[in-house]
């Protein structure tokens, strides 16, 4: 099926706009892409090869009957629109349907709305229609991650902090009113303002981690500061460098920024990175000191399908009244927001930080035991003599470790069983390269359970998708 896709593909002819919708309609399965070019026939792939497959072949990511269907009749009632110039091309959707095959281009406009067009020819002018983000996020999130080939930035130093070069990528999710209700307030209507995002005003402040492997996806830590310097802390360094974690901050978004705005650049910090550096999604976290460590807790569970974690510094926000123990209480710093975002957070692991001498010790310690009771990974780091100030390196390191641990020990336990996978396809088949249906899918089964760890690598070198010799080490390395 994949082979029939792939060579259908290679001769796609230009679609008429007014036969998208039968066209999406009538399409059993697309493939999206950074390129132009649909990829080039394989003919042994599967069906369904892993992630890492298509993306090192140029595939973003695919498209199902179900999400073509939505397509279809989100276009019904679109008109069409003109292409700014000032959009460029995001990637390309690829179709096959009963009478032929056809191509379309994406774009991605600044008010949140994503284009949709066909290829242009010399007779057909590009007219695309125009359609909302909302639901496509992980469409566009993937075409909007790094492509194949550009695991490492052209020339950045590793272990220093450095002013990250513009243009910034802002992030899907925008904080206007309703998604500010939607996430923040739990569906009520609140005074809180929507972001005044100025991403063009904006500064991120980016430290990569000392021993920077471009063939693995880098975990990421984002920094808020209580302070207008944004600069990612020297105590968060071992633990960055620990746990293979790029760190960014930005600059003037203290205490007396609008904490939307607040909220907002760490989004845009997350969606940047992960347009420049191959990120693993599934170790994102954020920190912040005082009212950062605010943001940063309530970051984490009203944008838990961003970020996995968090280590909150003598600051923690909670989503209902605090008792003080003395019958006061500290208002709520967020509701729990709509959707699936809560049960999403219930998985993620918050570690707040504090001590004997900080001014917040009572409401950290008293939320934290209000977080256990309602069964949330929490865990408190509470140090003797500890004031309302950064941790040590030691101990933000042992908080991060604990926040860390479930994604580490799964990867660890997947590289494990997919090397002794691999090391049982060299015993039957003496490390040979895969020429037939059997050896494909062990080394399929291989990608598939632990991808972009050094088995993987080894098994896309026998499937023939990468060159057998070794990626090319970043720069500074």
């Known amino acids: 099926m994949a ?3 792939l060579t259908l593909l290679a001769a796609a002819p ?11 309609r009538g399409s059993r399965q697309a493939v999206a892409t950074w390129g132009p070019e649909p990829p080039a026939a394989d003919p042994g792939a599967s069906p369904a090869p892993p992630p890492m497959i298509d993306r090192l072949r140029g595939i973003a990511t695919r498209l199902g009957p179900e999400d073509l269907r939505k397509l279809a009749l989100m276009c019904r009632n679109a008109k069409p629109v003109g292409w700014p110039a000032d959009v460029p091309i995001l990637g390309h959707l690829h179709l096959v349907t009963a009478a032929g095959t056809c191509s379309l281009r994406l774009g991605l406009t600044h008010d949140r709305s994503f284009l949709l067009a066909e290829e242009p020819t010399d007779a057909s002018p590009v007219a695309p229609i125009e359609l909302s983000v909302d639901g496509w996020e992980s469409l566009l999130g993937a075409l909007r991650a790094v492509p194949p080939g550009a695991f490492s930035p052209e020339h950045w130093p590793l272990g220093e902090v450095f002013p990250l070069q513009q243009p910034y990528q802002p992030s899907l999710i925008l904080l206007d009113d309703a998604t500010v209700e939607s996430r923040l307030a739990g569906g009520r209507t609140t005074r809180l303002p929507a972001t005044d995002r100025s991403l063009s005003e904006a500064q991120f402040l980016v430290r990569m981690p000392a021993r920077y492997d471009p063939t693995i996806p880098v975990g990421l830590l984002v920094w808020i500061d209580a302070g207008d310097d944004g600069r990612p802390p020297d105590a968060c360094i071992a633990a ?20 939307t705005d607040r909220y907002q650049l760490a989004l845009d910090a997350v969606a940047t990175l992960q347009s420049r550096l191959f990120v693993d999604t599934n170790r994102v976290y954020i920190t912040g000191i005082s009212g950062g460590g605010r943001v940063a807790s309530a970051a984490v569970a009203c944008f838990a399908d961003i970020f996995t974690g968090a280590v909150p510094i003598v600051g923690l926000s909670a989503w209902k ?33 504090t001590g004997s001498l900080d001014f917040n010790h009572p409401e950290i310690c008293n939320a934290v035991r209000m977080a256990k009771g309602e069964g949330l990974a929490f865990q408190l780091f509470d140090y003797e003599g500890m004031g309302h100030e ?4 030691e101990h933000f390191a042992e908080a991060m470790r604990w926040v860390d641990e479930p994604a580490r020990l799964a990867a660890a336990a997947s590289e494990s069983e997919a090397q002794s996978m691999l090391e049982g396809y060299a015993r039957r088949f003496e490390d040979q390269p895969a020429d037939s249906p059997a050896q494909r899918r062990i080394l399929e089964r291989i990608v598939a ?14 499937l023939g998708i990468v060159s057998p010799d070794p990626p090319p080490p970043h720069p500074d390395s």
């Open 240 to 259: 960055a460098d620990e746990f293979n974690l790029v760190m960014i901050g930005a600059a003037d978004a203290g205490n007396s920024r609008l904490v």
């Open 390 to 393: 950064m941790p040590t390196p």
């Open 321 to 353: 009244p605090v008792p003080l123990g003395d019958s006061r209480y500290a208002i709520a710093g967020y509701y729990k927001p709509e959707g699936g975002l809560w049960r999403l957070f219930r998985t993620h692991r918050v570690a707040p930080m």
């Open 449 to 462: 359970l632990a991808p972009w760890s050094p088995p993987a690598w080894r098994a896309c070198q026998l």
């Open 14 to 24: 230009a679609l008429s706009q007014t036969s998208l919708e039968s066209d999406l």
């Open 3 to 5: 082979l029939g896709l």
